[in-house]
């Protein structure tokens, strides 16, 4: 048995937001739109990398860092690298929630749980993002990692949100897409839930979510059934 939800964490890139647009960015300055993979995932890999080395970077940084490596090397690409740099990473300014977004924090709202995010990312990427899709005031906090220095799923960044909002980590959920931050935050003595989102099967090597659901409309369902 679990204790009861009390505080719900959303990771923010790709749980709430819907990278997919970027794939538009990509094509407008001349490479591929199956790139944004490809990039996104090396952007994780180095934030990641670094925080195991003791090091830190911030997102921006690395995925800067990350095109500037990525996009030169293309066949036949020829393009202005700095606009092109600019244009890609401009884009996450003008990103939106996924369609079961705004229906799952409204219900989890509504229902009495506290709700903040952590991210990677930064703190004022996140919040428009929310203010976008008119769910910023069901948010008591917006967090990110450059205060801690340590990216997810970093324990120390777990328990820099659970200090920051004086939660118990038992009774503190974390969201994600991402097996690797589910992972990280039942390490740190958080409860979990994984967005499936018609992803691969969960890793068996990594600690098992709390709850699994296919998307946050459902988790949502699961959630404010049992209160």
Known sequence: MHAPV???????NETLSDLSPLRGRFEA?????????TWFAGVLRDGLALTAAGAYADFRDVAEAGLRGLLPGLDGWNGDL??????????????????DVPHGVEQLHAAGLRLATLTNGATATTERLLARAGL????????????????KPAAAAYRYATDQ?????????????????????RRAG???AWLQRGAPPYPRVMTAPTHT??????????????R
């Open 82 to 99: 700095d606009h092109a740099v600019t244009r890609i990473l401009d884009g996450f300014n003008n990103l939106d929630v996924h369609p």
């Open 213 to 226: 659901a296919h998307d946050l409309r459902e988790l949502a369902e699961v959630l404010t059934r049992s």
């Open 136 to 151: 910023l005031e069901h948010f008591e906090a917006l967090l990110d990692v450059s205060t801690v220095r340590a990216w």
């Open 190 to 192: 958080l409860q979990a």
């Open 29 to 37: 300055v001349g490479a591929p739109g199956h790139l944004l993979a």
């Open 165 to 185: 909002l004086t939660a118990d980590p038992a009774e503190t959920l974390l969201v994600a897409v991402h097996p690797w931050d589910i992972d990280g935050a």
């Open 6 to 12: 009390r505080l719900i964490v959303f990771d923010v």
